[in-house]
């Protein structure tokens, strides 16, 4: 079986979060093996504060990588892929643009009115992560 191992990361990987020495380090990661990374880039209408560090991190390991928006319910899908764009177009990344797709009250028309519209500021088709209970729930 072929096996590729990549992992997410955010604030929540970092010093930042809280809890001692859980600072998440590429360039270990690439000596076991990881060969690409989703970075977390912004969660509802907020920047995550580590992805700056991270993307510089990850480019300078030389490992693959690309970014992510959670999406949270309570804003629009506009202000939300604004953001998400505004964050991660100046980047060099090398995997497509991810929603990840976790809270409840995201709908199918948010979804698609999303992915719609980083596809066409992108250039690029996204990644949609969430998992087969989730997707079959949304309406």
């Known amino acids: 079986m072929y096996e590729v191992l990549g992992v997410d990361v955010s604030l929540w990987n ?3 979060a809280y ?4 600072w998440f380090d590429p360039f270990i990661a690439k000596e076991k093996g990881v060969q690409f990374a989703f970075i977390k880039a912004s969660e509802g209408k907020a920047k995550d504060p580590q992805v700056d560090k991270f993307a510089k ?3 300078d390991a030389g490992i693959p990588h690309g970014f992510y928006h959670f999406a949270r ?4 899908y506009v ?6 764009w505004s964050i991660i177009k100046d980047f060099d990344w090398s995997l497509p643009p991810v929603l990840d797709l976790e809270r409840e009250g995201v709908g199918l028309s948010f979804t698609k009115a999303f992915l719609g ?5 992108a250039n690029v088709k996204p ?3 969430t998992s087969p209970s989730f997707w079959t729930s949304l309406n």
């Open 127 to 129: 990644i949609l992560y």
């Open 117 to 121: 519209r980083i596809e066409s500021k």
């Open 79 to 84: 202000d939300q892929a604004n953001l998400f």
């Open 57 to 59: 991190l990850f480019a």
């Open 73 to 76: 319910p309570e804003w629009s």
């Open 14 to 16: 970092t010093d930042s």
């Open 19 to 22: 809890a001692a020495k859980r």
